[in-house]
C-alpha cells in the first residue's frame, strides 16, 4: 500500500503561484511514477503533469506546460507541482496519483495509477 497527502492548495489571484506537495508513505516511493491530477466542477479527472522514477522524464499537459514543473524529492518521499502564472480556469482540486506498473513511461492515463491522494483544492480568482 502507498498512502498519498496533498497539501499547498488555496486560492491564489489570477497570475499568481502556488506550490503542491504530495507526502507518499508505505511501499518503496522511488520505484514509482508519479503524477498530478486535477477534476473542476462537471468536467472528467484530466492529467497535468508527471515524472518516472528518477525524475528524468517528464511529461505535461499542454493547457500547463511552460507554467507548471513537476519534481521529486525521492529522500523526502515527495513529489510537488510548482504551478505559475495560474488561470482561473486551473481551478480544480488536484490529486496526486502513484503507478506501481512502470518506473519510466509517464502514463496520461488514469487507470494506469493505482495510489491516489484525497486532493487539495487549488481556486484562482480573476
Known amino acids: 500500500q502507498v498512502q498519498l497527502v496533498e497539501s499547498g492548495g488555496g486560492l491564489v489571484q489570477a497570475g499568481g503561484s502556488l506550490r503542491l506537495s504530495c507526502a507518499a508513505s508505505?511501499?518503496?516511493?522511488?520505484?514509482?511514477?508519479m503524477g498530478w491530477f486535477r477534476q473542476a466542477p462537471g468536467k472528467e479527472r484530466e492529467f497535468v503533469a508527471g515524472l518516472s522514477w528518477s525524475g528524468a522524464i517528464t511529461n505535461y499537459a499542454a493547457s500547463v506546460r511552460g507554467r507548471f514543473t513537476i519534481s521529486r524529492d525521492n529522500a523526502k518521499n515527495t513529489v510537488y507541482l510548482s504551478m505559475h502564472d495560474l488561470k482561473p480556469e486551473d481551478t480544480a482540486v488536484y490529486s496526486c496519483?502513484?503507478?506501481?506498473?512502470?518506473?519510466?513511461?509517464?502514463?496520461?492515463?488514469?487507470?494506469?495509477?493505482?495510489?491516489w491522494g484525497q486532493g487539495a483544492q487549488v481556486t484562482v480568482s480573476s
Open positions: 496519483a502513484a503507478s506501481t506498473r512502470h518506473t519510466n513511461y509517464v502514463s496520461r492515463t488514469t487507470a494506469d495509477y493505482d495510489y
Open positions: 508505505g511501499r518503496t516511493f522511488s520505484e514509482k511514477v
